[in-house]
């Protein structure tokens, strides 16, 4: 029951949720919407499993126990901030960091098995098909309604994913997954898994996002590389670049050309440096313990006095964690990150990746997933609190972090 539940979570109920309409309780209220009360669920059963079976939390690893302390800084920030332990910052807090994070243990426990992480590849595999079709209808639509494409994606709300860059990055996060899922056959038929990657390919390309097309690249280029297919790479590069000239000749005919145009990219750099060395300043006077939770979005009058608007976003999540939680905070946040980069490496440098091949793949789909996320959150700061992307790199993480664990545990035990 807890991995279809978990399945329906991260692969499934996103995808519900864009064509559902949003609740409106009234002020004070939060919205609940499918993946809110779905993944409430999933941490109900998961401590009421907990309870009845005993068994013990999976906080057996430095990754699990790192992102527990994050979780605890961000709550106790708050008392340091301009904000107010209300219910709306409880709730938030809770969805955005504890949802994530209870989320996660319960894939470090379901992801010790190789037919759990088969199966979730597969379904996500089918998830990420529907919502490249989705991708490719909302592009088409914004071809005839001659609107630019990201406004049509930010329009239609695009439920929790967000806008298109939201979209593109949960894309190019399961590329990795479905090149291992054709590497294992668990489409039966090669052609289908083929088929399935081309298709994220053409939803990624949909959603114009800048972020996603060079991600895209980097993510099968990397992938490709630690299982030398060096010959792939090439292809890989030819279809990409290839790719971007189409998109670029068909936003020259719409509204969308402007986000290809050296002097809008120029303009958007210099804004994104401005507001990072807003966010440096903010950590200068403030290094130990940051300006607290929002610290950056409530300060950000106080740095840009002539702003028409009087608070902002980094979008940058490393920016916005230095300037909120100073360096107690940055410090566990970069190792969410890093450790298991960190752990990776050091299974494909050494003997055990050759006895454990499950550990091996799992370490090639981390390394190929975590950098792409990376990049593409130095220019999004709302993608760390965005659940439903979070939960699905913490999904991954947990692939290698569980059968590392798992592989240590065997090899004391002999």
Wanted: glycine share 6%; aromatic share 16%; hydrophobic share 50%.
């Amino acid at each position: 029951m807890m991995l279809y539940l978990y399945i329906l979570l991260v692969c499934y109920i996103p995808i519900v949720e864009i064509f559902l309409p949003k609740t409106n309780f009234g002020a004070g209220i939060p919205d609940i919407g499918p993946v809110r009360f779905t993944s409430y669920v999933l941490v109900m059963v998961f401590l009421l499993n907990i309870a009845a079976t005993k068994k013990n939390i999976p906080l057996n690893n430095k990754w699990s126990v790192n992102l527990l302390w994050f979780s605890i800084i961000v709550l106790l920030s708050v008392a340091w901030s301009k904000e107010s332990f209300n219910a709306s910052t409880i709730a938030a807090i809770f969805d955005s960091v504890y949802v994530p994070f209870i989320v996660s243990l319960i894939a470090l426990d379901l992801f010790k098995e190789k037919e759990n992480v088969d199966s979730f590849v597969k379904n996500l595999c089918i998830a990420v098909f529907f919502l490249s079709l989705i991708s490719l209808y909302m592009l088409l639509f914004a071809s005839k309604s001659n609107v630019a494409e990201d406004e049509v994606f930010r329009s239609a709300g695009f439920g929790k994913l967000g806008n298109s860059n939201g979209l593109a990055i949960f894309l190019v996060m399961a590329i990795p997954c479905i090149l291992y899922g054709i590497k294992q056959n668990i489409f039966q038929k090669k052609i289908v898994g083929w088929l399935i990657l081309f298709s994220v390919y053409g939803g990624v390309i949909c959603t114009v996002s800048r972020k996603g097309l060079v991600t895209m690249f980097l993510a099968t280029s990397i992938y490709f590389f630690l299982t030398k297919q060096f010959g792939k790479i090439l292809i890989c590069f030819v279809f990409s670049l290839g790719a971007i000239i189409l998109l670029y000749g068909y936003s020259t005919h719409n509204n969308s050309a402007s986000r290809f145009e050296k002097d809008e990219i120029e303009h958007q750099l210099s804004g994104r440096s401005n507001m990072a060395l807003a966010g440096v300043k903010m950590f200068i006077s403030s290094p130990i313990i940051g300006k607290g939770y929002r610290g950056y979005h409530n300060n950000w009058k106080q740095y840009f006095p002539f702003s028409k608007v009087d608070k902002y976003s980094a979008h940058n999540i490393f920016v916005t964690a230095l300037a909120n939680y100073g360096v107690i905070g940055f410090v566990p946040f970069m190792a969410i990150f890093l450790y298991p980069v960190f752990v990776s490496l050091k299974v494909l440098r050494s003997r055990i990746s050759f006895n454990n091949v499950l550990l091996n793949d799992m370490a090639i789909i981390c390394i190929s997933t975590v950098p792409c996320f990376m990049i593409n959150g130095y220019f999004a700061g709302g993608l760390f609190y965005n659940p439903v992307i979070m939960i699905l790199l913490y999904s991954i993480i947990s692939f290698t972090i569980s059968a590392y664990t798992k592989s240590r545990h065997e090899r004391t035990t002999l």
